[in-house]
């Protein structure tokens, strides 16, 4: 790496009269790379060594990357062989928020402090179901199942009533199915459902489906790739053969954890991170080129407001709780892999991705410049030091409205 560069041996018939090293004046930064879509859709993708990739769809369809480009919108080979018709189906989420009146029973009337009638689940935007558009032209609303209009949502996490309402003593508390005396709001959910036909490069796997997964940057002694994944029951598994070649591997291994998982992270160093159902990190010790699998999970405290994603590489360690707050795991090393603290470092992240060398890609919720706010925006954390562990800003790459980024420089 240029970085570790820390002197210079120059031999020959010739007399150097000065000697000029800039360090960096050869790296791009975001805005300097350019994008190539490839047909498809997907919710998330993920790669890792040796390019292997896989993707997840919004109905936890699991597909891997066949090389190919080309398919749904995009320009390319109509015939190839590695393009596949693919589909799929997307839920769209209302909350409709009610509070106690003694006089009247539960009304949309709430306190001037209250979240509005229709919103999203945390309540800080309003969203209602007239505002809730398809996504593009491509996507149409489904009719199997009532599911073409709104209906009452019985599936909502934590149970509801047969109305499919919610109770809590307040706004944002913890929500329960059956209402007691002292709870004063409710909420339920409604959703609807689209669905997408299109085609890529994508090759869906059978008989399996995942809500996140992560693949080593790494191969193991065998030459394989380790390939981590969390199922729909919330169970840890890892895919055993996987290589470029069979980027779908041979077996699945289930990973037993005391907690049910929601969220996991592939590193070279310091283990395999995740996130467990209610927002505490677990970390996967013994992990190795050897034995990919490790032996057990340490717990590991999560800040004030449960985590939502977790990532890392080079002893480095990011997450980002649900409401979007960014922090830094201090004090993660060798003979402490779980560190000692969380440090927080700013808000408004959307989504991680940490590299083998612990650098940080995200996706901000918003970000503005002269012309106005962007939504949905990736950026690069700079300023990263040993003495400023969390950086000081971001290197804002252009474009808008992503969701999720694979930045894991996987090495081949």
């Known amino acids: 790496m240029p970085s570790d560069i820390n002197h210079l041996s120059i031999g020959g018939d010739f007399i150097v009269t000065e000697a000029v090293y800039n360090f960096g004046a050869g790296e791009r930064t975001l805005c300097e790379y350019f994008w190539r879509g490839v047909g498809g859709h997907l919710r998330i993708v993920e790669t890792g060594a040796g390019g292997v990739t896989w993707g997840i769809s919004s109905d936890s369809h699991v597909y891997t990357y066949t090389g190919a480009s080309g398919g749904g919108i995009y320009k390319g080979n109509a015939c190839d062989p590695d393009i596949y018709l693919m589909s799929d189906i997307k839920n769209f989420h209302v909350w409709e928020n009610q509070r106690w009146n003694p006089l009247t029973g539960f009304t949309y009337r709430g306190l001037p402090t209250d979240r509005k009638t229709w919103s999203d689940q945390s309540g800080r935007y309003e969203i209602s179901k007239a505002s809730t558009k398809l996504p593009s032209r491509h996507w149409q609303w489904m009719t199997v199942f009532r599911l073409g209009t709104w209906v009452v949502d019985h599936h909502t996490p934590n149970g509801v009533d047969k109305d499919g309402w919610q109770y809590a003593t307040d706004f944002p508390m913890s929500y329960h199915s059956h209402r007691y ?52 029951s919330h169970e840890v598994v890892m895919r055993e053969g996987v290589t470029l070649q069979c980027p779908r591997g041979n077996r699945w291994c289930l990973i037993p954890s005391e907690t049910p998982m929601n969220f996991i992270c592939a590193s070279i160093e310091g283990g395999i991170w995740a996130v467990s159902v209610n927002g505490q990190a677990h970390v996967r010790i013994g992990v190795s080129r050897s034995n990919p699998k490790g032996y057990d999970w340490v717990n590991v405290d999560a800040p004030n407001v449960p985590l939502k994603q977790i990532g890392a590489g080079n002893w480095k360690v990011w997450a980002i709780d649900r409401d979007g707050a960014l922090y830094y795991r201090v004090n993660v090393q060798p003979l402490f892999p779980e560190g000692t603290d969380w440090q927080l470092v700013t808000d408004g992240v959307e989504s991680i991705s940490v590299g083998t060398d612990g650098s940080l890609t995200a996706v901000l919720h918003s970000y503005s410049q002269g012309i106005g706010e962007s939504l949905g925006v990736i950026a690069r954390r700079k300023g990263v030091s040993q003495e400023n562990p969390g950086g000081t800003g971001w290197d804002i790459c252009s474009g808008t409205r992503w969701t999720h980024v694979s930045a894991r420089n996987p090495i081949l």
């Open 181 to 232: 005396v002292t709870d004063l709001v409710r909420r339920r959910r409604w959703v609807r459902r689209c669905r997408i036909s299109t085609s890529g490069p994508w090759k869906q796997m059978e008989k399996v489906a995942l809500i996140s997964v992560s693949i080593s940057p790494q191969y193991t002694e065998d030459g394989t790739v380790p390939v981590w994944g969390i199922s729909v």
